[in-house]
């Protein structure tokens, strides 16, 4: 068998992305493509004839957090053999391993009035099973929103049981390395973990990976946000042995902070802490004495915005989030009340990631269309969360009042490649667009999404971009979906 090998710039250095610090990753990336007749692997796939088949399914799903369970279970539950892999030895995604720790995009923005829920669905399923075992709060407020924080263990636990329940097969510890197209059509991915490398063969992908991992590894195109300029990452920390009533009472019930606290930490800005963010959002959570922080922003040393698909600048994020972490901490205990006695309970496992590659997808989902609330016929998830851009000295908040906007079912499937959908915050959007649809409550509904249009897909032997967007609507709407 003879097979030609072609080699071309790095898919970071092809989507705009000039991180000094990348160079030599970018060439230690730089794309490699295997051509054996019929076939196009990537050079991870490359010997893929000879690895051990572990699994031949219906689908495999790449990626545990809110859009993967979701996807997963849905598909499973509808008779389908299912495989999810997830490189952590837990679920939860951004929401578990980088603490975001909220559900945002629950409930309607509104200038008057109570909270009301307008996402439902797989996304209520879930909330309801935290809710169960104690691990989701009540409705905080949230600016013009409320948003709800969960208990990140209780996360893992519930995933873990809607999971089992359905019968999907769960391989954690396990990551993919590469992907098998055959005809332009994927065909399965290449897993690796501790025990060796092998293949799973799917007749349908679903990449939820946060990253479009999948996507990009098969060379089909992406983006980083504007030009290459993405939101920067947090490192979420939960603070404990905090005096709640004190607390509540002098900062209010608005978990966005107050002008007095923004004062405060430019005062302390001055004094020599490392706070480079004026406006800090604090929500409590599910256990006494306990406030989930955000309040860090990462940039690189040198200024510039960090790209975490990048190692080098993954590492400088995790090194500065966490120095950052115990200055705001600091802050805390000498300038708020009911946090004198307090501690660092912990950050999350990673920086808070909320934007890195986006798809090239069928359909877009616009500034426009978020800024006029559309509603489509083929709208498989509302979202009234407001464009929420973290990208400069301060968050920037654009309200979406007593409405919201649908997402189109085409953003989910990538223009090139067949046989794969996405899930999550990978979507093809627009950057400001993205800074919306990006939230929990929406992934889980792209998954649920995703997992519909893959049932209708098998069932009717369609590609992707030929499944009915108004179908795939029916289907979710029938399971519950506020559609």
Known sequence: MTCSVTRSSSLITQQGWTSPTGAMYNQYMSD????????????????????????????????????????????????LSVVIVERYGFFGGAAVAGMSGTICGLYLATESGGPRQVVHGFTERFREGLAERGGVTGPQKYGKTWTVAHDPLVWREVADDFLERAGVRIL?????????????????VVVESNAGRS??????????????AVVARAGHATRFGDGGRIQNPTMFFRLGNVDLPAFREAYGEDTICPPWVSSAIESARADGLGLPRSHVWLFHTTRPGELLVNATRLVGR?????????????????????????????????RVPGCAGSFVVDTGVEVGIRQTRSIEAIEELTNADVLACRKRADGIVRSPWPIELHSGDRPEL???????????????????????????????????????????????EYGHAAAAATLLSLREDL??????????????HAAGSSL
Do not use: K
């Not at 293949?199 to 479009?212: E, L, Q």
């Open 32 to 79: 490699m493509s295997v051509e054996f007749p019929g076939w196009r692997l990537d050079a991870a796939a490359s010997d893929a004839a000879h690895l051990p088949v572990l699994a031949d399914v219906d689908v495999v799903v790449v990626g545990g957090g809110a859009a993967g369970v979701a996807a997963a279970t849905v598909c499973a539950e509808g008779g």
């Open 172 to 188: 954690l510890h396990t990551a993919v390395t590469g992907v098998l197209v055959e005809h332009g059509r994927h065909a399965g």
């Open 199 to 212: 293949v799973i063969r799917a007749a349908r992908t679903i990449d939820a990976s946060g990253d479009a």
């Open 302 to 334: 040198d200024g510039r915005m960090l790209n975490v698909v990048d190692p080098e600048d993954f590492t400088e994020a995790e090194i500065d989030g966490r120095r950052q972490v115990r200055d705001y901490a600091l802050f805390l205990r000498q």
């Open 398 to 444: 654009r309200w979406l009042l007593d409405d919201f906007y649908e997402v189109p079912y085409l953003a989910l499937v990538p223009r090139a490649g067949e046989n794969i959908i996405v899930a999550g915050r990978c979507l093809g959007a627009e950057h400001e667009a993205l800074a919306s649809a990006r939230v929990t409550a929406q992934c889980f």
């Open 463 to 476: 590609p992707y971009r030929s499944v009915s967007g108004a179908d795939v609507r029916a289907a979710m």
